[in-house]
């Protein structure tokens, strides 16, 4: 539960989350009282009108539950423009996915104009809600599409994505793994374990964890299953990743004994995934050892992952920063405290990840990944 107690929402909004809290109830009750907590972060996340990312309320920047690295500034895109145009052969696209508030999306067109670089710009986005929102922002000429092309050419951009996909959630024992699913007890919801089956079971046996007594974490087949898609469509280019989150054998430590759930409401973060479902994002931290497996299985090459503070700084953001004139505090100090949260390791810098994955690319290695290259601890 909270810790402190959490802001209350309006009528309107606890009456959307109740018209869910009903859904998940009816769904509970063609299902033996018990459903995966996959499942249930799929209905709370995306349930059509209901879910997080498939309402009207807010939910970037200082009026939503978090800001995205996006929202701070242009810094991001403008440095992240260097690398993608090194990328861009002729007729290549850029494909973002999830694209939130459209904030990347329109300073990185605008950035790599800026380059010289023009390519088409897609943005597959499931929530028709958040779409709406983009195409209100992008001023750039771009195309929303609903499903992958196949033998796409170009860049593939995922920010913070898979750290929203669901996610299994598991306790190992010395007796065995049990999964941890959603029920209702006493009219509320709450946690219900039961013996891990099947590819869930196989997952977590394979996972690197030491079991003494309980051991509490989660694992995302449908991040894996994502990989495996994008895959199949990528003739050539490159899927560049950015999420929080570590390498298997740090995201299975032993003292991180409680795993990586967070929850998401107005600007605070809590470990409470049955509060008001439906107001509230909900995220596990994303295992870069299992894309780069699912990578590896599907005949992408893992071109190089590394901390967002590095990424960056190989991408040349000292550099952009040091462009500006910092006697005119009023454009330089906003871009200074952009940086600082981008690079700082107590913020984004270290925290946050990211990976890239290609076929077919000769200019390896990547700008982003010239220094302090973690590959090989994934």
Known sequence: MPVEPLPQPDAAARAASAALLERIAQALGRSDNWMSFARY??????????????????KFGAAGDFVTAPELGTLLARTLARQVAELLGPGDAVLEF??????????LTEALAARGA???????????ELAERQRAR????????DALPDGFRGVMIANEVLDAMPAHALTWTPQGVLERGVCINEAQLAWCERPATGAVLAAAQALPVEVDERYESELSLAARAWVRTLAGHLARGVILVIDYGFPAR????????SGTLMCHYRHRAHGDPFFLPGLQDITTHVDFSALAQAA???????????????????????????EEDAADVRR????????????????????FKVIAFGRRIDAAPLRGFTSGDRSHTL
């Open 138 to 145: 992008v001023r750039a000429p771009a195309r929303w599409i």
């Open 250 to 257: 740090e995201y299975y430590h032993p003292q991180r004994s």
């Open 98 to 107: 999830g694209a939130g508030s459209g904030a990347l999306a329109d300073a």
């Open 41 to 58: 972060m799929e209905l709370v996340l995306h349930a059509p009108g209901l879910g997080y990312y498939a309402s009207g309320q807010a």
């Open 296 to 322: 590896d299985e599907t005949g992408l090459e893992v071109l190089g992952y590394t901390g967002q503070a590095q990424f960056l700084i190989n991408c040349g953001i000292t550099d952009l920063l040091g």
């Open 332 to 351: 330089y100090a906003p871009l200074a405290a952009e940086a600082q949260t981008l690079l700082s390791p107590t913020e984004m810098g270290e925290l």
């Open 118 to 128: 023009h390519p088409e710009y897609l943005i597959l986005e499931p929530s028709a």
